[in-house]
């Protein structure tokens, strides 16, 4: 069974940067196009970014410009680097697949944008 653990999160202030990291237990992240997902309170989760196996990138116009998404398959891990974070970035992050799978949902990591 597929087992990814999102790290990374935390307090940040306006402008600041995170990076967060998914590692996955078996080898997804070079076999399939991974995803970044986000869930603010009352809010329905939205799709941040995703990586094909072929590394190319797709971001959300909210964004864009601002994320970058990575992978490293030797270490079957994906990255979020965060930069210019606004209160509105505020969420819990998680990755998965992309297209997502039920059965891939982590915990997340809580990412706040606060002063």
């Known amino acids: 069974q597929v087992q990814l653990v999102e790290s990374g999160g935390g307090l940040v202030q306006p402008g600041g940067s995170l990076r967060l990291s998914c590692v996955a237990s078996?080898?997804?992240?070079?076999?399939?196009?991974m995803g970044w997902y986000r869930q603010a309170p009352g809010k329905a989760r939205e799709l941040v970014a995703t990586i094909s196996s072929g590394a190319a990138t797709t971001y959300a116009g909210s964004v864009r410009g601002r994320f970058t998404i990575s992978r490293d398959n030797a270490k079957n891990t994906v990255y979020l680097q965060m930069d210019s974070l606004k209160p509105e970035d505020t969420s819990v992050y998680y990755c998965?697949?992309?297209?997502?799978?039920?059965?891939?949902w982590g915990q997340g990591t809580q990412v706040t944008v606060s002063s």
């Open positions: 078996g080898s997804i992240v070079s076999r399939y196009s």
């Open positions: 998965n697949r992309y297209p997502s799978r039920i059965d891939y």
